[in-house]
């Protein structure tokens, strides 16, 4: 029934890793049944977002709901919808907020409902940047794919076999994550796969150009195309469905099917004139060391909230799994627990798994002077990051558990870099 009026004491609006996250502390800390409601336009309790474009496209033994709920990842329970359930929190699917009106505490939903709140948190996470948005021709033809969600995982996978009949060719446009990790799932499912970016190398904003050299190579060997210094200026199709991929070169790739990761935009657009949006880089939603927005009562975690980053004194937001989970969880304690709890001191996380490889990087490279160590050849090396003679960050390759812990604890703790830190290697950070 349209227009019915529900009220909580706590809302999480969006149903992300983050709010799965949140859901989790909320219960570890003893909050009351009934007092929570989590609200997701997706058709899912909160999944562990990494999996997607990683082992969901496994030709076999591929992860599917619900085996990868949250936070399974985290090293937790798997929170299915029967949890959420048991645990008294109301989490509504398929549920689109229209309109919020932090004024009034109040979201208004697609079917003409509202929901109060005493708290909120925003978890609305990052979209896919569409090509369309660039001005690219053609960028509306079937046959061309994004990766955020499960749908848009299971389309993907749904048009392998169309694609493979018209002769397997696929394209993927962008050389970050989502360009690296989804190449690897198509070539492993048997596509003639083309990686087109505008840098030089792939991963440019991580990655030195030795450290590139070693993944180009290895996607070379297991027969991926990469284009480097390309964009697609336009695509050509027949009834429909695309069928090229125009360059800027003027060189036409053909097209049987298109994958596009070129970065993502935070979902800020609801709360417009509503608490602080950052305008200028990295754009979100303004939140102080406790993860509070303009307005006393309403927090943002995970992909969308632009925090201060206490350990260089910067402001950043980060799309990235480790943040959403310890923000969500920082969040909820300095709601439930604010006299306990300080500011949030994060440390960038980032890692990616394709093939048999893995890597993990820990802290910044800004300003810094990469020292490689280790061997390509053994598929074991790393780079630590100097600046002002101290190692800011690291990068390391085929880490144990144990030796990727000793990376975080030499970007944590800044150490001075001795002369010799090349050859010492992992030595170096492993007796820290
Ligand atoms: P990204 O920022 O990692 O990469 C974007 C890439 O787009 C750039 O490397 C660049 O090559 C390319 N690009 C930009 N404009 C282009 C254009 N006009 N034509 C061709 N290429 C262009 O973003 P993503 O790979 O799209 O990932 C989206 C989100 O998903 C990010 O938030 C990312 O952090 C997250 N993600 C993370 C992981 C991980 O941490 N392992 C894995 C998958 C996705
Ligand atoms: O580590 C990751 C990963 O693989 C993602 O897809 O972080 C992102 C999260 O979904 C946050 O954007």
């Known amino acids: 029934?349209?227009?019915?009026?529900?009220?909580?004491?706590?809302?999480?609006?969006?149903?992300?890793?983050?709010?799965?996250?949140?859901?989790?502390?909320?219960?570890?800390?003893?909050t009351p049944k009934g007092e929570l409601a989590i609200i997701t336009d997706e058709p899912y309790v909160a999944y562990e977002r990494p999996a997607l474009s990683k082992a969901y496209l496994n030709p076999e033994g591929a992860a599917r709901l619900p085996g990868f709920h949250t936070t399974v990842g985290g090293g937790g329970d798997k929170q299915s919808p029967e949890w959420y359930g048991e645990n008294g929190i109301t989490y509504k699917t398929k549920t689109k907020v229209t309109e919020a009106d932090v004024k009034n505490k109040t979201l208004k939903t697609a079917d003409g409902d509202s929901i109060k709140y005493e708290k909120l948190i925003i978890a609305t996470g990052a979209r896919p940047v569409d090509l369309g948005d660039f001005g690219t021709?053609?960028?509306?033809?079937?046959?061309?794919?994004?990766?955020?969600?499960?749908?848009?995982?299971?389309?993907?996978?749904?048009?392998?076999?169309?694609?493979?009949?018209?002769?397997g060719k696929a394209i993927v446009v962008g050389g970050g994550y989502i360009g690296m990790e989804v190449s690897c799932?198509?070539?492993?499912?048997?596509?003639?796969?083309?990686?087109?970016?505008?840098?030089?190398?792939?991963?440019?904003?991580?990655?030195?150009?030795?450290?590139?050299?070693?993944?180009?190579?290895?996607?070379?060997?297991?027969?991926?195309?990469?284009?480097?210094?390309?964009?697609?200026?336009?695509?050509?199709?027949e009834d429909g469905q695309v069928t090229h991929a125009v360059l800027k070169s003027g060189e036409k790739l053909e097209a049987d099917l298109v994958l596009v990761g070129v970065g993502a935009r935070p979902n800020i657009e609801l709360f417009k004139g509503q608490v602080e949006l950052?305008?200028?880089?990295?754009?979100?939603?303004?939140?102080?060391?406790?993860?509070?927005?303009?307005?006393?009562?309403?927090?943002?975690?995970?992909?969308?909230?632009?925090?201060?980053?206490?350990?260089?004194?910067?402001?950043?937001?980060?799309?990235?799994v480790a943040n959403c989970r310890q923000t969500a969880a920082h969040a909820?304690?300095?709601?439930?627990?604010?006299?306990?709890?300080?500011?949030?001191?994060?440390?960038?996380?980032?890692?990616?798994?394709?093939?048999?490889?893995?890597?993990?990087?820990?802290?910044?490279?800004?300003?810094?002077?990469?020292?490689?160590?280790?061997?390509?050849?053994?598929?074991?090396?790393?780079?630590?990051?100097?600046?002002?003679g101290k190692v800011v960050g690291a990068f390391l390759e085929g880490g144990s558990n144990d030796e990727n812990a000793a990376l975080k604890k030499v970007a944590e703790q800044q150490p001075d870099a001795p002369a010799d830190l090349a050859s010492q290697g992992l030595a170096f950070a492993s007796k820290l």
């Open 1 to 30: 029934m349209a227009g019915q009026q529900e009220s909580f004491k706590y809302v999480v609006l969006g149903g992300g890793n983050a709010s799965g996250y949140a859901a989790r502390e909320f219960v570890k800390r003893g």
């Open 137 to 167: 021709k053609g960028a509306d033809l079937k046959g061309i794919f994004y990766l955020r969600n499960v749908e848009d995982a299971d389309k993907l996978i749904a048009a392998f076999p169309a694609a493979k009949a018209k002769g």
């Open 185 to 237: 799932g198509l070539n492993k499912n048997g596509l003639d796969v083309t990686v087109v970016f505008p840098e030089d190398r792939l991963m440019e904003r991580l990655f030195t150009p030795e450290i590139a050299e070693f993944y180009e190579s290895y996607y070379l060997d297991k027969g991926v195309t990469l284009k480097r210094g390309s964009t697609v200026a336009s695509f050509e199709g």
């Open 278 to 320: 950052l305008q200028d880089k990295p754009g979100g939603i303004k939140v102080d060391g406790r993860l509070r927005t303009s307005d006393p009562d309403v927090y943002a975690i995970g992909d969308v909230a632009a925090f201060p980053l206490k350990r260089y004194g910067s402001v950043t937001r980060q799309e990235h």
């Open 332 to 388: 909820v304690a300095a709601i439930l627990a604010p006299s306990e709890t300080g500011d949030y001191n994060y440390l960038p996380f980032f890692y990616s798994r394709i093939y048999d490889l893995g890597w993990q990087y820990y802290g910044t490279s800004n300003d810094a002077e990469p020292v490689f160590f280790g061997d390509k050849a053994s598929k074991k090396f790393g780079t630590y990051f100097v600046s002002e």
